[in-house]
C-alpha cells in the first residue's frame, strides 16, 4: 500500500528526532545547525515505520550528530584562525603591527569536554607552551596535569592515585604512537641511523602540546579499532575511546589556538623555531583529521599551514639576490645558527621537523590542488625546493656541504613518491585551473594548451623509464658497510611496503591518466585513458599485498573514476580485501567517490564538458583530500 502524504509537521528528519522544525526549505535551521540530512517529501520515507527500522534510523542519527559535534566545535577554532591568517603578511612583517595583531585574535569559545578534562593540561601556567631550547625538557606537556574540577569528590590520597595513573596511561598512549601509529601512517620515512632516526619526535611531543593530544588522539584511535576487531572486546571499549579521542582533540585545539595567538603577536622573523613548531602543529591535526575520516576541515588547516610557511620562506629563505635557499633556514634552526652542517651530521631536532612537516606540506598541497580546481598553494618553492640545484642556482648560494648535489626535500624519503611526480601534478593542476579560466573568458589556446600538455607528458613519461631502469637494477644489497645502517633504518623489515619505485610508477601512470583528462576532456572510452587505465589496475593487482592502497588513494581513485562498467567490482574488490584496515585513511572516501561517478555515468556521458576530475574529487559535496 502506498505511503500516506503529509501535510505539514516539518522536515521527516527533525519529526524522527521529535524536535520542532520551522520548515525552512530546502533545509531547516536545526538540520542545517547539526550538519545533517534534511529530507522533505510528500511520501513517508520507508524507515519511518513506526517499528524496527525507526527505531535504527534514529539510533544511526543520534551517534551521526554526536559524532559531528566534534567537527563542527574544531570548525570554529579554525574560522577564528582562519580570519587572523588574512592578516599574517602584514601583521608579521612590521614589528609596530604586533599590538594590531594581537586585537585581531578572538577567543573561540572552549569544548566543554575540554574544560573538564581530568587529563588536560594546566594552560595557566604556561605562556608559551612550546618555548625553549632542544634541551629545555622541563617545559614538556606531560609535567602535571590540571585539577579536575571534581577534586573535591576525592580524598588527597585518591587523586594523588588518579594523577598517577593518568600519566601512566598518557606514557602508554605515547609509545603507542612512536612505536605504531607514526610508521603506520608514515611507512616510507625510514629516516637512517646516522640521523639518529625519528628522536625529533618525541621531543616535539614533549615541547608542543597541540601535537602532544594530536599524538594522544590519533593513538587511543587505532587502539579502539584494533580493539573493535577482538571477538571478544567489551562494547564499553569503544565508546571510552571515542569520548577519549574528542576529549583530546579539543585539548590539542585549545593549545593550537594559543600558539597561533602567540606568533601572530609576536611574528614570524625572529621566531623562527615558534614559527616552525606552529606549523608542524597544524599539519599534524591536519593529518590526525584525514587518519580518522573526519569530514570538512582540512582546507581551513592547509590554508592556514601555507600561509605560514609562505611567511618563514619571505622573511628566512631569500639570499640578497633574491633567490629562494631553503638551507639558510635550516641553518638558522641549527645548534649554532648559520653553521654549515657537514655532510654526514645529523639533523638537529627543528631542522628535522622542518624538513618532516615541509615534505607533508608539499604533497599535502599539491593532492588539495587537484580537487579544489587551483594551482597549489606552494607552487612558487617548487623548483628551488625539489628540484637538483643547478649550476645558476650555486652561483648565488653559500657554498653548501650536506645537500650540495640533492634537492633540498626529497619526497621519496617522506611518502614515497619521486618530487618530479608530485611537481607534475602540481603543473597539470595548474594547467587544468588556467584552462577552465581561459575557457570562461572566450580566449583559450588549443594550441598553447596542447604545448604545455605535451612538455609536462614528455617529462613524466621520460622520467618513468628512468624509473623502470631503477626497478630492474636497483635493489637492497645484505653486503658491504651499509648492512647494519640498512637493518636499522628497517629496509629488511617483513612489514615493508612496496617499494618506491612500484609506487611512484602507480603515482606517475595515475598522473598521466589525469593530464589525458584535462587535455582531452572526459572520455573515458579513448584508447589513451583505457590504456593508462588497464595499465594502473594490473599494478594495483601485483601489489604484494591490499594494505598498500593506504599510499595509493589518490592514483586509486583517479583510475576508478575512469574505468569501465567491467572493471567497477575490480575496485570494490581491493577495498574489500584490505580488511579493518579500510577503516582507516581515505579509501572508503576514494571508493565512495567512484560509486557516485559510476552511478551518474550515463548523465555525465551526456554532458562531458561539464565533468572532469576535479568534479568527481567534489561529488560527495566537499572537495576529497586523498591522503
Known amino acids: 500500500m502506498a505511503a500516506t502524504s503529509r501535510a505539514s509537521g516539518g522536515c521527516w528528519t527533525c519529526r524522527l528526532r521529535r524536535k520542532k522544525c520551522d520548515d525552512e526549505r530546502p533545509i531547516c535551521k536545526g538540520c542545517l545547525a547539526l550538519e545533517i540530512d534534511c529530507l522533505y517529501s510528500d511520501d513517508k520515507p520507508e524507515w519511518m515505520d513506526g517499528a524496527e527500522k525507526q527505531k535504527r534510523k534514529a539510533d544511526w542519527l543520534k551517534k551521526e550528530v554526536k559524532r559531528r559535534a566534534a567537527h563542527r566545535r574544531e570548525r570554529r577554532y579554525l574560522q577564528g584562525l582562519d580570519v587572523r591568517l588574512e592578516s599574517l603578511d602584514a601583521s608579521l612583517t612590521d614589528d609596530s603591527n604586533r599590538a594590531v595583531a594581537k586585537d585581531l585574535i578572538n577567543a573561540a569559545p572552549l569544548s566543554s569536554s575540554a574544560a573538564t578534562s581530568s587529563t588536560s593540561r594546566s594552560v595557566a601556567e604556561k605562556s608559551t607552551p612550546n618555548s625553549g631550547s632542544d634541551s629545555a ?13 571534581h577534586a573535591d569528590d576525592f580524598t588527597p590520597a585518591c587523586k594523588q592515585h588518579r594523577a598517577r595513573l593518568s600519566r601512566e596511561a598518557e606514557a602508554h598512549s605515547t609509545m603507542m604512537y612512536l612505536d605504531y601509529v607514526f610508521p603506520f601512517l608514515f611507512p616510507y620515512y625510514r629516516p637512517s641511523f646516522s640521523d639518529i632516526g625519528r628522536g625529533w619526535l618525541l621531543v616535539l611531543l614533549n615541547k608542543n602540546n597541540t601535537l602532544f593530544h594530536s599524538a594522544l588522539s590519533l593513538a587511543g584511535y587505532f587502539y579502539g579499532i584494533v580493539i573493535g576487531q577482538m571477538q571478544y572486546a567489551p562494547s564499553e571499549c569503544h565508546s571510552h575511546n571515542l569520548e577519549a579521542l574528542q ?7 585549545r593549545w593550537l589556538q594559543r600558539e597561533m595567538q602567540d606568533i601572530v603577536t609576536r611574528g614570524v622573523k625572529g621566531n623562527l623555531a615558534e614559527a616552525n613548531r606552529v606549523m608542524a602543529s597544524i599539519i599534524q591535526l591536519m593529518t590526525c583529521d584525514i587518519a580518522t575520516a573526519k569530514p570538512g576541515n582540512w582546507e581551513m588547516h592547509l590554508g592556514a599551514a601555507t600561509e605560514l610557511f609562505n611567511e618563514i620562506m619571505k622573511h628566512h629563505a631569500m639570499t640578497e639576490e633574491g633567490h629562494a635557499c631553503f638551507m639558510m633556514v635550516l641553518l638558522q634552526l641549527g645548534s649554532r645558527p648559520f653553521t654549515w652542517t657537514p655532510k654526514n651530521h645529523p639533523w638537529g631536532s627543528d631542522q628535522a621537523i622542518l624538513r618532516f612537516f615541509t615534505a607533508q606540506l608539499l604533497f599535502l598541497d599539491t593532492l588539495a590542488s587537484t580537487a579544489l580546481q587551483q594551482p597549489p598553494k606552494l607552487q612558487q618553492w617548487h623548483y628551488s625546493l625539489m628540484m637538483p640545484l643547478d649550476d645558476e642556482a650555486l652561483k648565488h648560494m653559500p657554498k653548501l656541504e650536506k645537500e650540495q648535489t640533492l634537492p633540498h626535500i626529497n619526497l621519496r624519503d617522506f611518502v614515497g613518491v619521486e618530487n618530479w611526480i608530485i611537481i607534475s601534478i602540481g603543473e597539470i593542476a595548474a594547467l587544468d ?16 594548451l ?3 600538455a605535451s612538455a609536462i607528458e614528455q617529462r613524466l613519461r621520460a622520467s618513468l623509464e628512468t624509473l623502470g631502469v631503477a626497478i630492474n637494477h636497483d635493489g637492497p644489497s645484505v653486503d658491504g658497510p651499509q648492512h647494519l645502517l640498512q637493518y636499522f633504518a628497517g629496509s629488511f623489515s617483513p612489514h615493508m611496503m612496496h617499494d618506491v619505485a612500484m609506487n611512484s610508477r602507480i603515482w606517475a601512470q595515475a598522473a598521466i591518466t589525469y593530464l589525458s583528462v584535462v587535455l582531452s576532456g572526459w572520455q573515458p572510452s579513448s584508447a589513451e585513458i583505457r590504456g593508462s587505465v588497464a595499465e594502473t589496475i594490473e599494478m594495483f593487482l601485483s601489489l604484494p599485498s591490499p594494505d598498500c592502497l593506504r599510499t595509493l588513494v589518490w592514483p586509486f581513485t583517479i583510475t576508478g573514476c575512469l574505468a569501465g562498467p567491467c572493471q567497477e567490482q575490480t575496485f570494490r574488490d581491493l577495498v574489500a580485501s584490505m580488511g579493518p584496515l579500510k577503516v582507516l585513511g581515505t579509501i572508503r572516501e576514494g571508493l565512495a567517490i567512484m560509486e557516485r561517478v559510476w552511478e551518474r555515468r550515463a548523465d555525465i556521458d551526456e554532458n562531458p564538458d561539464h565533468w572532469d576530475l576535479s568534479a568527481s574529487l567534489r561529488s560527495l559535496q566537499q572537495p576529497a583530500l586523498l591522503l
Open 450 to 452: 596542447v604545448t604545455r
Open 137 to 149: 625538557l622541563t617545559d614538556s606537556p606531560t609535567s602535571a596535569p590540571s585539577p579536575d574540577e
Open 247 to 253: 576529549e583530546q582533540q579539543g585539548l590539542a585545539l
Open 433 to 448: 585551473s588556467w584552462k577552465k579560466e581561459m575557457k570562461r573568458s572566450g580566449s583559450l589556446s588549443v594550441a598553447q
